[in-house]
């Protein structure tokens, strides 16, 4: 039966997701408080402290000096934002565990090494890309002598401040919930419509949250198109696999900060497209295989086991 609004939280007992923790549904006034503040502080940073960081948000001039420009400002943001977010309000307010939010650390470490293998592959198929198109091969301007510290500080930027800040509030909170949600709202409809739902509802938010950061974009809003599908594809790598820190290397790979090799494509360039269209294919076959293989006959040896 659906909770009601003044039940104690409780995980949900016919919880659908194969591969992602069943989680308690928080009060709708936390969900509120949570996608409220989290828009103020991207307002704030995008606004106030990335313009001007000096008067805004002296930690980030000071971090920056310090290191020699590689902590940059999309670090400290996304760790200012996870440190203010997950402790207080997912954590301590919504009562939730990390590992409800994804957050499960036994997931890491197959994680990082196929997230290398992908990134290893998308530099092999970059090299034949050049060679197709008749480019020279060079390294990035990027990591020249002069410039490496910063081409690092965007790596870093994505992969400790702004992906991991996204796949938990986007992905690994607010699509449980919204599905959880829409089964306390639609307890007799479909579970593939519940889904439906919920996918909408949490991605819609998670681009919508980029509308201050698309002002400053010649394509503007229409960029949220594009961001929109992207929630969508890495809430399917989430819901695919279960592993959040997987969504949070792809989503890096697909932003492409800082690519190694010089890039004749615009926007996310080589490397975030063909990991971009590497998953696409994935999510297709994958499904696809699975069923192809419970169909094969079992065959047993001669000792009858399987």
């Known amino acids: 039966m659906p909770l009601s609004d003044h039940a104690p939280a409780q995980p949900a007992t016919n919880w659908p997701l194969a591969h992602i ?103 092999v198929l970059h090299i034949a890309i050049l060679l197709l198109m008749a480019k020279p091969i060079e390294v990035n301007p990027a990591w020249g002598s002069e410039n490496w510290r910063f081409a690092l500080s965007d790596w870093l930027g994505q992969l400790f401040g702004n992906c991991p800040f996204e796949e938990v509030l986007f992905r ?54 594009a961001q929109f599908v992207f929630g969508l594809l890495f809430a399917a790598v989430y819901l695919r696999t279960g592993n959040l820190f997987l969504a949070i290397g792809i989503h890096a790979l697909i932003n492409n900060p800082a690519p190694l090799l010089s890039d004749p494509l615009p926007g996310p360039g080589v490397t975030g497209a063909i990991v971009l269209v590497g998953c696409l294919l994935w999510l297709c076959i994958s499904p696809w295989w699975s069923r192809l293989q419970a169909k094969l006959p079992q065959t047993r040896n001669d000792s009858g086991v399987p």
């Open 172 to 225: 690994g909170f607010l699509l449980p919930q919204c599905l959880l949600l829409a089964m306390h709202w639609l307890p007799e409809s479909k579970r593939w419509k519940q889904m439906v739902i919920a996918l909408l509802l949490s991605q819609g938010f998670f681009a919508f949250g980029h509308v201050i950061f698309n002002m400053k974009n010649p394509e503007g809003q229409w960029l949220l198109i």
């Open 21 to 123: 923790p069943a989680q308690r549904r928080v009060a709708p006034w936390i969900l509120l408080l949570v996608l409220v503040i989290e828009q103020l502080l991207i307002a704030y940073f995008q606004l106030l402290a990335f313009p001007n960081p000096s008067t805004w948000f002296p930690p980030m001039v000071w971090l920056s000096s310090a290191t020699g420009g590689i902590v940059d400002g999309t670090l400290v943001g996304g760790v200012t934002l996870q440190l203010i977010l997950f402790p207080i309000l997912l954590f301590w307010l919504g009562r939730l565990r990390p590992k409800d939010v994804g957050l499960d650390l036994t997931r890491l470490l197959p994680a990082i090494p196929l997230t290398v293998l992908i990134w290893i592959a998308c530099q």
